[in-house]
């Protein structure tokens, strides 16, 4: 008796283990891509290894499971030149969950629109409203990268009290 307890549990936690892992579909489709691509899809903080899918005619499709709603990245990758540097690189970051993704724009994932689940409005929501400071942040980023780059410290200390109120110290 106690085989079959321990038989139908081990079958249980094997069944709620399965099902606690969810199947996703991201459905791409990039209008005005002139050349065929390849497309990585990675996660953050979630131990997956990254997938990659060839994008044909705008159009790709990327098939997978994941074990809960996390963050993750496209990123579009362009055909290599002669000295064998990509052409361009260009991404987005999302929520991903079990189910259908969509995934629209023109020739760049930087600027497609991303439609998911509820973890992915919420995530949109998030960003509009981080907006006016990430634009305000973007352009002295930059321009500290710029210093740090060439460095110019006497710059980069009259740049700080700037960044600041951002909570750089």
């Not at 307890?5 to 249980?12: D, G, K, P, R, W």
């Not at 709620?16 to 892992?21: G, S, V």
């Not at 634009?135 to 700080?160: I, S």
Request: include cysteine; glycine fraction near 8%.
């Amino acid at each position: 008796m106690q085989k079959i307890m321990c038989c139908f549990l081990s079958m249980f936690v094997t069944i709620a283990a399965a099902q606690a892992q969810g199947s996703f579909v991201i459905k791409g489709e990039l209008t005005n891509l002139k050349e065929d691509a390849k497309v990585i899809l990675g996660y953050f903080n979630s131990g997956e290894k990254p997938d990659t899918v060839d994008v044909k005619n705008g159009v790709f499709v990327i098939k997978g499971t994941i074990k809960e709603p996390g963050k993750a990245f496209v990123k579009l990758l362009t055909p290599l030149h002669n000295d064998g540097q990509t052409a361009g690189t260009d991404g987005q970051e999302f929520f991903i969950e079990k189910g259908i993704t969509q995934l629209k724009g023109t020739d760049r994932l930087e600027t497609a629109v991303i439609k998911g689940g509820q973890a992915q409005a919420d995530y949109l929501l998030l960003q509009d409203s981080l907006k006016p400071y990430n634009d305000r942040m973007r352009p002295l980023t930059a321009q500290m990268m710029k210093l740090f780059k060439d460095k110019d410290e006497a710059a980069q200390k009259a740049l700080f009290p700037q960044l600041r109120p951002y909570g750089y110290k």
